[in-house]
Nanobody, 121 residues
Framework: QVQLVESGGGLVQAGGSLRLSCAASGSIFSINAMGWYRQAPGKQRELVASIRSGGLPNYADSVKGRFTISRDNAKNMVYLQMNSLKPEDTAVYYC???????????????WGKGTLVTVSS
């Protein structure tokens, strides 16, 4: 059983910062890419940022220069540092990871339950 648990969401004023954390636990052999998605009310879920096991990050254009994704492979964790937050960043943020549970197994995508980020103007 694999679980992803997010933390760090909350209410912040525009221009402020938040740091999201996601911990992967359970039967994990290795983790490929990890990432953060978000879903605002009435909108589709979208990729915010992802990072490969080797550390290469990828960002949505809307957050480049403001958000930074990082991971700690030893702890099976991924982080999202969010600076210069805007009201349009308000959404539920979901952690995603492609996890291999046993040697020679294919990776499977797992999702956390989400953490709410609200940015007030």
């Amino acid at each position: 059983q694999v679980q992803l648990v997010e933390s760090g969401g909350g209410l912040v004023q525009a221009g402020g910062s938040l740091r999201l954390s996601c911990a992967a636990s359970g039967s994990i052999f290795s983790i490929n890419a990890m990432g953060w998605y978000r879903q605002a009310p009435g909108k589709q879920r979208e990729l915010v940022a992802s990072i490969r096991s080797g550390g290469l990050p990828n960002y949505a254009d809307s957050v480049k220069g403001r958000f930074t994704i990082s991971r700690d492979n030893a702890k099976n964790m991924v982080y999202l540092q969010m600076n210069s937050l805007k009201p349009e960043d308000t959404a539920v943020y979901y952690c995603n990871a492609n996890i291999i549970v046993a040697r020679y197994s294919d990776g499977m995508n797992y999702w956390g339950k989400g953490t709410l980020v609200t940015v007030s103007s």
